[in-house]
């Protein structure tokens, strides 16, 4: 082993075992960040593995059979932390089932977690012609690949959810979760690469670098602010559209049953409250809250703007938003433009530029220069 590897292996372990000790220890933080503690212990336990190797029939040997198949639970520690981390729910008995892979694993070479020896031959053979050595790595290796799918149907399917039912919807979020999901696609693209196609030690080494740097930056990002991901209207309104879901009346009225004069009622009558009462001002407005003012059901609110009035909540709510900001600059207003954008009820300087340029097709500043 290189010095440069040897370097690596080190830091990376240090960095684990403290990021593990911050963010589980740490009172501030939050589930999800615990999860993420238990993640960068696991990280940093395997990056240890190639140190105790090295040092040959070692007293740390015994560990090798324990710590080589621990990166079997990396992809279901990794949903499991955006998942709690997006809804801030905590883990349920059914997600004892995320424990498969590596249980999987264990079970079919029990026969070196308690032996020195034979875990150190295991560790140090280049091939193997065994079956249940076949079936681990197809194991190990296969659950990346399901939980990468996994990983990008849950974090569509949020993203969609917060688009339509949220008006404070912050595409920052996930851009974030986007790019932690390819960061753990290209690292293990990079290690089935290694493993199966071209051994060069140098692929091992950048997939091993890659996954420090991504992992313990998160790590470091979600300790300073615990609620880096937490969407917490998400949670609501996943948990309001569930229950609604059990009544078959409202499952006929999600199928699109409105006739057209209702809707056309419907839409009057939220058009006007929400103008009247500038409802569009508070930046945690939902689609729930808003069926609940007005007085009609979340179905029937849903249908009305996405069938008759040809837009998602999210946008029917920044068009006032867009609207009021507008006629500030119109007026030659003064004040600052992230204080009008959090007036008119946006939670973020981001989500505000994003949604001005989209309706308007033109920067704020640019816009405020033209009027």
Same mark, same amino acid.
């Given at each position: 082993?290189?010095?440069?590897?040897?370097?690596?292996?080190?830091?990376?372990?240090?960095?684990?075992?403290?990021?593990?000790?911050?963010?589980?220890?740490?009172?501030? /933080?939050?589930?999800?960040?615990?999860?993420?503690?238990?993640?960068?212990?696991?990280?940093?336990?395997?990056?240890?593995?190639?140190?105790?190797?090295?040092?040959?029939?070692?007293?740390?040997?015994?560990?090798?059979?324990?710590?080589?198949?621990?990166?079997?639970?990396?992809?279901?520690?990794?949903?499991?932390?955006?998942?709690?981390?997006?809804?801030?729910?905590?883990?349920?008995?059914?997600?004892?089932?995320?424990?498969?892979?590596?249980?999987?694993?264990?079970? $079919?070479?029990?026969?070196?977690?308690?032996?020195?020896?034979?875990?150190?031959?295991?560790?140090?053979?280049?091939?193997?012609?065994?079956?249940?050595?076949?079936?681990?790595?197809?194991?190990?290796?296969?659950?990346?690949?399901?939980?990468?799918?996994?990983?990008?149907?849950?974090?569509?399917?949020?993203?969609?959810?917060?688009?339509?039912?949220?008006?404070?919807?912050?595409?920052?979020?996930?851009?974030?979760?986007?790019?932690?999901?390819?960061?753990?696609? /290209?690292?293990?693209?990079?290690?089935?690469?290694?493993?199966?196609?071209?051994?060069?030690?140098?692929?091992?080494? /950048?997939?091993?670098?890659?996954?420090?740097?991504?992992?313990?930056?998160?790590?470091?990002?979600?300790?300073?602010?615990?609620?880096?991901?937490?969407?917490?209207?998400?949670?609501?309104?996943?948990?309001?559209?569930?229950?609604?879901?059990?009544?078959?009346?409202?499952?006929?009225?999600?199928?699109?049953?409105?006739?057209?004069?209702?809707?056309?009622?419907?839409?009057? $009558?939220?058009?006007?409250?929400?103008?009247?009462?500038?409802?569009?001002?508070?930046?945690?407005?939902?689609?729930?809250?808003?069926?609940?003012? /007005?007085?009609?059901?979340?179905?029937?609110?849903?249908?009305?703007?996405?069938?008759?009035?040809?837009?998602?909540?999210?946008?029917?709510?920044?068009?006032?938003?867009?609207?009021?900001?507008?006629?500030?600059?119109?007026?030659?207003?003064?004040?600052? $433009?992230?204080?009008?954008?959090?007036?008119?009820?946006?939670?973020?300087?981001?989500?505000?530029?994003?949604?001005?340029?989209?309706?308007?097709?033109?920067?704020?500043?640019?816009?405020?220069?033209?009027?």
């Amino acid at each position: 082993m290189s010095q440069t590897q040897t370097l690596i292996l080190a830091i990376g372990a240090f960095q684990g075992f403290l990021l593990f000790t911050l963010l589980v220890s740490d009172k501030r /933080v939050n589930y999800a960040s615990k999860l993420l503690g238990i993640l960068c212990l696991f990280i940093a336990t395997t990056f240890v593995l190639p140190l105790i190797v090295a040092a040959g029939d070692s007293q740390f040997a015994w560990l090798i059979g324990f710590l080589v198949f621990l990166p079997a639970s990396y992809g279901a520690l990794t949903y499991l932390y955006c998942r709690t981390a997006i809804t801030g729910t905590a883990l349920k008995p059914i997600d004892l089932l995320h424990i498969l892979p590596l249980a999987i694993c264990y079970l $079919l070479n029990y026969d070196i977690l308690f032996s020195a020896e034979k875990a150190l031959s295991f560790v140090r053979m280049p091939e193997t012609s065994l079956f249940k050595h076949t079936l681990t790595k197809v194991v190990f290796y296969g659950q990346t690949v399901i939980y990468a799918a996994l990983l990008i149907r849950m974090v569509s399917r949020y993203q969609a959810k917060a688009k339509q039912t949220l008006s404070s919807y912050n595409p920052d979020i996930f851009r974030w979760l986007w790019s932690l999901i390819t960061f753990m696609v /290209v690292i293990w693209s990079l290690k089935v690469l290694f493993y199966f196609i071209n051994p060069a030690p140098m692929l091992n080494l /950048v997939a091993d670098g890659l996954l420090v740097i991504m992992v313990y930056f998160v790590a470091i990002v979600q300790w300073r602010k615990p609620d880096l991901f937490h969407i917490q209207q998400l949670s609501t309104q996943l948990t309001t559209q569930q229950e609604q879901a059990r009544s078959p009346s409202e499952q006929q009225s999600s199928g699109g049953l409105l006739d057209q004069e209702t809707r056309s009622s419907i839409l009057q $009558l939220v058009q006007g409250q929400v103008k009247e009462q500038a409802l569009y001002r508070n930046s945690e407005l939902t689609l729930a809250t808003l069926a609940e003012t /007005v007085g009609v059901s979340v179905h029937q609110l849903s249908e009305t703007l996405n069938q008759y009035g040809g837009k998602n909540f999210n946008q029917f709510i920044n068009e006032y938003r867009v609207t009021e900001v507008c006629q500030q600059l119109d007026r030659n207003c003064g004040r600052k $433009l992230i204080d009008l954008a959090l007036d008119a009820g946006f939670s973020s300087k981001s989500s505000f530029n994003a949604t001005f340029k989209k309706l308007t097709g033109q920067t704020p500043s640019q816009y405020r220069g033209q009027h």
